[in-house]
């Protein structure tokens, strides 16, 4: 940061008092995290940005709630964390990909991975667009808990701060997201015959 460079709660606190300008200083901070938080949840460049503007939207509506008890970085998080979800369970629906629609390259990878899977685990891009696939299979809550600990590697508290469930509840919903993924898995080894 800048020395002469506002902090957040100055610029949060100039937005309540009525200068709307500052909250485009947060939005310029923190849009790179924003943006790429969306882009683990929708595929599409225009969703990504529908998502994107949903949670300044939401961030400026409700900018008075947030207390400062924790970094608004944290706060902002949560609120783009829930507002991907939202996006999952709304567009659920519209995802109907197939694994028809598995390349040559993913297909040879799977191959690969059937007949060895100990020597298959180099981050191919193949297995990348793979996995990504089977996430947009999942469930919403199964993708975003499944997108928040293995991808993003966050801890159960973690994603339950950000998620608003209980950790009992982000433990269930683990579990039942990898059984949810393996059981995809399966149905895709057996359906390509590998």
Not at 79 to 95: G, I, K, M, P, S
Request: aromatic share 8%; net charge negative.
């Amino acid at each position: 940061m800048a020395p002469n460079e506002p902090t957040d709660s100055q610029l949060i606190a100039a937005v309540l008092r009525g200068d709307t300008a500052s909250f485009e200083q947060l939005v310029v901070k923190y849009q790179p995290r924003v943006f790429a938080t969306a882009r683990r949840y929708a595929r599409r460049e225009d969703e990504v940005e529908d998502i994107v503007q949903e949670v300044f939207l939401k961030a400026f509506q409700k900018l008075s709630s947030f207390r400062g008890e924790a970094p608004f970085e944290h706060w902002l998080m949560r609120l783009a964390v829930r507002t991907c979800y939202d996006f999952l369970r709304e567009h659920q629906r519209n995802r109907e990909t197939t694994f028809t629609q598995i390349s040559d390259d993913e297909q040879d990878w799977l191959e690969r991975h059937a007949e060895d899977p100990d020597g298959s685990n180099e981050k191919a891009t193949e297995a990348k667009e793979l996995i990504g696939k089977v996430l947009e299979q999942l469930s919403p809550p199964a993708r975003l808990v499944i997108t928040l600990l293995e991808i993003e590697d966050r801890s159960v508290k973690e994603i339950a701060d950000l998620t608003g469930w209980s950790v009992p509840l982000v433990k269930v919903r683990a579990f039942r997201a990898r059984a949810e993924m393996k059981k995809l898995l399966t149905k895709l080894m057996k359906d390509k015959k590998l």
